[in-house]
């Protein structure tokens, strides 16, 4: 469990870790927490012939809340910012609790120490919290290269098992996860065979109500059942139904026949599907509870009435 | 007065060290060593046709390469079988080196030595070995029926048949007012130290001596084979086992492959030479346990008192068996625990599968022989519709039927004899301890809230402190620092701290001037080694009866220098007094120095000591005929046969309706290892073992494919629980001492592991209401179990 032989880069900015990337091309890897790269390269099932370490660029460490040009706030997060980081961030966790709610069951505190959100990403796990997050969210990620920006969509981020849409060359320098429309509250749930061990299935889930305390609109999301992560918009399912009566049990056993989950060693599918519907209906009523208590995100303006940013070192 | 220290929880004095990164592992030595790393199988089963190295021979750091072919003499044969037995027929071990044909993943087939480990590694990777693959034998119901053999010239795969019997067991249960089946199954699982295994060795070819550093659980035995299988004379060779980083079994397993290939190279290089074992390799060529298929038939009154028991058990050994058939011995012998059986009947098949090797992991067969027998005790309660303990207590046997002789052999080859215990006490402590007896109203509440309870409880008895012998040094240092020494080894368990509390009680000098080595030959030559909870027992009282001599050899110097009666004299703080005479003392540290009379003088000690320092009969030698210089002694303890422990565990469990996960609300030990030496180190070792329980019953297992692929050889997907898996563990002793050893100890080092998978499953019964015959047992599988409608919890007494 040692791994193969690597030129090891430390550049000092973007550019030049962009640069770098360009030139080692397909040979190369970013580097940043190491939590999920370092044991491939121990069992060497990766093997780069290039580390490109991004964890000395300057100001890639923040967790920021900010107005979006379309009006809605979102948290954004730069490439080296931990978990941890963003788990204790205030502002953040106003902004989009879901954040917080998931990160809690991301790993051990030592890893998420280390592990960067951002890592995490593009690493695509499929039962990686936050990919579900961003995608419930409608989030994306910023990649830069020495070709130039781009913005990627969740929807198109993720693009197979252990796979997303960064090319070799690309460096993802933040990820952006919106803060929902007023009035949503948020949840997440999973069931893992350990504490803090990835899930066998997790479930995010968004509830937005009106002022008659009905369901205005709903959304899922899902880990550890594909090899991407499933959003499912389950508000015609709940047909705006007042809390109250809302059969959350039925919509719960709606979701988990639109996914297609698989058998490993810890789990069937089977089980893997029944726990999607029982942990759907524990999430949206978690949410819509705290919806209804006013737990819900705040914009930027709320937070601080203006935009403003926190360099986490 | 010194206080005694025997019987007090002090704290373990090897901590500040351990806990502060003090702790001096195998890997933690010579680091200009060179490194080896393997070449193992990638087949479960499979002929080697051609090994290739020509791509490795250029890579920058390789410093030599072995395969089968460069071994000679004695290295070129098998493997040793360590314990023999007549009723294993056709034990098989393998070569240190794969010789021809492989029999499971992880088999070593080439030996690469390298400046460093990564360079190992990359030429490991450039080797080319071509395999022929056999189709393989994996799993217990594929080994039973002989389909396809591992051996070739083992038939049905049978390494050992054996049966035990006490009685007529099958006409006892013919004739029995009831008769129960049951068919059972315990999963594999392994001791997973945190530290793996690893060996260093460099030969020092002026003093032609070899000296190894090994983790191992038995240095004195490392030493013998390695000078066995190398042809050096064994006084040429030291073999210390330094901190070890937890054992549990499988590190009393020797020699492995990588204990005499690395001292072999180390002697062709002339070079230090190490190897460290990274977790891969662990999981899949170090060796596991626990794979049982059982099928128990039961006959028993409307009491529920038993009249016969006869146990089928088929246990997989893996590909070799290299440690004999120990561990179903223990099983079909441990399973009766605390009762009576009436009548017994045991029969075992021992079976080989291309799968790693089994060798003892902590418990060794006792926890599939507690659920055998636990398993039983509640399908009686449930046939009759009693209460699970008034089973238990009617089956127990009493304390004034101790010693208590089953008419069997235990593992030492002894008559299997309980000496002592108090199971009906026991038992009402542990009733006591969880509330047994509330729980039905606990239950009610918690049904109303719509939650999901169960109870278990399950007992065990242990068979601790075998044989043959352990001994132990004791020496009085002219500093008065007491030094002590004992062959067997440390892996964690405090015998720095127990040791030195029983010697430190003989000598009355405070515990903190008693420094304990131990598992180093160049310091205690003959042992046995540290396994079946033993330690305490042999070494303790060893070094106990060392303590006596030296005290009594103190007595008697000291009186001559006090000029008193050796019997009104007593030890105390250090020093020899007269009784009830203040001021007439002498320090030990003296009475070391008189009992070592000198020629030369280095420093003031032993100047005092020299031939001119004092008064002196002229006449008498300075050594009296049959007396020995210094204020030190060696003792041995060997005990008749085996002292046997014993334990009951009750757990509370809540299944999640919805989800089926376990959580485990409160876990009860109730314990009795004889006279404790300190109740804080039996704790720990307790909490450990319940923590290796709970990992056996709810998470840990070795999931093969039918390649014979281990499937989850790391820790990610091999959930040996973390902290927050392991429940707040509330324990109570009994103290009922041995009779068979002086310091009445029995054994505690495996207690807490044996019954975890059978109270477990008993509390997850009571609360599914469904059968559980099977473990370890996940949420996935209580999902299903639930929907093949096996249960019916909301009906559940
Ligand atoms: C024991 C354990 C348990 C874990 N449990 C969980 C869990 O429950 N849930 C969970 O979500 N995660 C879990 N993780 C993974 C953890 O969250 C990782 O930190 C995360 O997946 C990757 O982040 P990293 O910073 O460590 O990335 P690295 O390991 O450094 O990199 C991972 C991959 O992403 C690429 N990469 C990283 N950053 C960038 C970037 N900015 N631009 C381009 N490419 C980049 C790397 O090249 C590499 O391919 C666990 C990890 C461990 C060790």
Redesign the pocket.
């Known amino acids: 469990m040692k791994p193969p032989g690597f030129t090891y880069h430390r550049p000092q900015t973007v550019e030049e870790a962009l640069d770098v990337l360009a030139e080692v091309g397909p040979e190369g ?11 491939m390269m121990n069992m060497r099932l990766a093997a780069p012939q290039h580390l490109v370490d ?1 964890n000395h660029l300057p100001d890639l460490g923040f967790v920021q809340v900010e107005g979006q040009d379309d009006g809605r706030s979102g948290v954004r997060v730069g ?1 080296t910012a931990r ?1 941890a980081d963003v788990e204790r961030d205030h502002d953040a966790g106003r902004a989009v609790p879901l954040l917080q709610q998931a990160l809690a ?3 051990h505190p030592t ?1 998420r120490n ?3 959100t ?3 990403l ?2 695509a ?1 499929p ?4 990919t579900a997050v961003l995608a419930l969210l409608g989030g994306s990620v910023e990649l830069r290269s020495t070709r130039g920006t781009r913005t990627v969509p969740a929807t198109e981020f993720f693009v197979g098992l252990l796979e997303s849409c ?1 090319e070799p060359d ?3 320098t933040s990820a952006l996860f919106p803060v929902p429309v007023p009035r949503t509250g948020s949840s997440w749930v999973e069931v893992a065979r350990r504490n ?4 066998l299935c997790g479930v995010g889930a968004l509830v937005t109500i009106d002022d008659d305390r009905r369901v205005r609109a709903a959304r899922t999301a899902y880990v550890s059942v594909g090899p991407t992560p499933v959003v499912l918009d389950v508000t015609d399912e709940l047909d705006a139904a007042p809390l109250h009566t809302a059969d959350w049990a039925t919509v719960g056993r709606w979701a988990a026949e639109q996914l297609t989950p698989g058998d490993d060693i810890h789990a069937t599918a089977h089980y893997r599907k029944h726990l999607a519907a029982v942990l759907t209906e524990r999430a949206l009523r978690e949410a819509a509870g705290r919806a209804e208590r006013g737990e819900s995100a705040e914009s930027a303006e709320q937070i601080d009435g203006a935009t403003r940013a926190r360099r986490v070192s | 007065m010194t206080t005694r220290t025997v019987g007090e929880p002090i704290p373990r004095a090897e901590d500040p060290r351990l806990l502060t990164g003090e702790g001096r592992y195998v890997d933690d030595i010579g680091g200009d060593a060179l490194e080896v790393a393997f070449v193992r199988s990638p087949h479960a089963h499979a002929r080697i046709v051609d090994i290739d190295v020509m791509d490795a021979l250029d890579v920058d750091g390789l410093v030599a390469i072995y395969t089968y072919e460069d071994l000679r003499d004695r290295m070129a044969e098998p493997l040793p079988i360590l314990i023999p037995h007549p009723g294993l027929t056709h034990g098989r071990t393998p070569y240190v080196l794969a010789k021809d044909e492989v029999n499971h993943v992880g088999e070593p087939v080439v030996m690469v030595v390298a400046t460093d480990r990564y360079v190992a590694e990359d030429v490991c990777d450039r080797i080319a070995v071509e395999y022929d693959p056999l189709p393989p034998v994996v799993g217990i119901e594929a080994a039973r029926s002989a389909a396809l053999l591992v051996h070739d010239d083992v038939p049905d795969n049978v390494s050992a048949h054996l049966v035990q019997e006490s009685g007529d067991a099958p006409s006892a249960i013919a004739q029995a007012p009831n008769v129960l089946e049951l068919d059972l199954e315990i999963e594999r699982s392994a001791s997973t130290p945190l530290e793996g295994r690893g060996v260093h060795a460099r030969w020092d070819p002026d003093d032609r001596s070899l000296r190894v550093y090994t983790s191992t659980q038995a240095s004195t035995s490392v030493r013998a084979a390695v000078a066995a299988k190398l042809e050096l004379p064994a006084d040429r060779v030291e073999v210390i086992a330094p901190d070890v980083g937890g054992g549990f079994g499988v590190k009393i397993v020797h020699p492995w492959p990588e204990e005499v290939l690395v001292p072999m190279a180390a002697i062709r290089l002339g070079r230090a030479v190490k190897w460290t074992e990274d977790r891969r390799e662990h999981f899949v060529s170090s060796a596991h346990e626990r794979g049982q298929f059982q099928h128990v038939r039961v006959g028993f009154d409307d009491d529920g008192r038993l009249h016969g028991l006869d146990v089928t058990v088929w246990h997989d050994n893996g590909a070799y068996t290299p440690y004999g058939i120990i561990v179903p011995i223990i099983t079909t012998t441990q399973l009766l625990g605390p009762y009576k059986p009436g009548a017994y009947r045991a029969e075992f098949f021992s079976l080989y599968t291309n799968t790693l090797t089994v060798t003892p992991y902590r418990g060794a067969g006792r926890p599939q022989g507690c659920f055998a027998m636990e398993r039983t005790m509640d399908a009686i309660a449930e046939h009759l519709g009693l209460d699970r303990v008034t089973v238990r207590e009617r089956n127990f046997i009493q304390p004034g039927e101790m010693p208590y002789d089953h008419g069997l052999t235990f593992q030492d080859g002894r008559p299997l004899i309980y000496d002592s215990g108090d199971y009906p006490a026991t038992l009402e402590k542990l009733k006591k301890l969880i509330g047994w007896d509330e729980f039905a109203e606990y239950r009610a509440a918690a049904r109303a809230e719509g939650r999901r309870v169960g109870i278990g409880i399950a007992c065990y008895v242990e068979g601790t402190g075998v044989g043959p012998y352990e001994g132990g040094f004791v020496k009085v240092e002219t500093d008065g620092t007491v030094v002590v020494a004992t062959g067997l080894t440390t892996q964690g368990q405090g015998h720095q701290t127990v040791f030195a509390q029983v010697v430190a009680d003989e000598l009355g000098v405070p515990v903190d001037r008693v420094v304990v080595t131990t598992g180093d030959t160049r310091r205690f030559g003959y042992a046995v080694g540290t396994f079946a909870s033993r330690a305490a027992v042999m070494s303790g009282n060893a070094v106990a009866l060392a303590a006596r001599q030296v005290k009594e050899k103190a007595l008697r110097v000291a009186g001559e220098a006090l000029e008193a009666d050796p019997r009104d004299l007593e030890l105390a703080d250090g020093e020899v007094r007269v009784k009830g005479v203040p001021g007439a003392s002498v320090p030990l540290s003296t009475v070391a120095v008189l009992s070592n009379p000198l020629r030369y003088a280095f420093d003031d000690e032993a100047k005092r000591a020299t031939q001119f320092a004092g008064p002196s009969d002229p006449e008498k030698p300075p050594v009296a005929e049959g007396d020995e210089p210094g204020l030190e002694a060696t003792g041995y303890y060997s005990p008749p046969r085996s002292t046997f422990a014993n334990g009951m565990h009750a757990a509370i469990v809540e299944t999640d309706p919805d989800t089926a996960e376990i959580s485990i609300l409160r876990y009860c030990v109730v314990h009795d290892c004889g006279t404790l030496i300190n109740p804080r180190i039996v704790e720990g070792q307790i909490h450990g073992g319940v923590a290796q329980g709970v990992g056996g019953a709810l998470y840990e297992r070795m999931v093969y494919d039918d390649a014979g692929q281990l499937l989850n050889a790391s820790f ?1 997907d091999f959930l040996m629980p973390y902290s927050t898996e392991v429940p707040m563990i509330e324990t109570d002793h009994l103290q009922t001492p041995s009779p068979l050893n002086p310091l009445g100890i029995k054994g505690a080092g495996e207690a807490g592991v044996i019954p975890g998978a059978a109270v477990l499953a008993s509390a997850i019964e009571d609360a599914e209401g469904i059968r559980i015959s099977r473990m370890p047992i996940s949420p996935s599988e209580l999902h299903d179990l639930r929907r093949e409608g096996h249960g019916a919890a909301d009906e559940a007494p």
């Open positions: 890897k970013v580097i940043a927490g190491g939590q999920s790269l370092v044991p991004i490439a978990h069951c991301v790993a890893i280390r592990g960067t951002v890592g995490s593009v690493h796990d039962a990686g919290e936050l960064v690309e460096l993802a803090g061990d990835y899930a | 990610m």
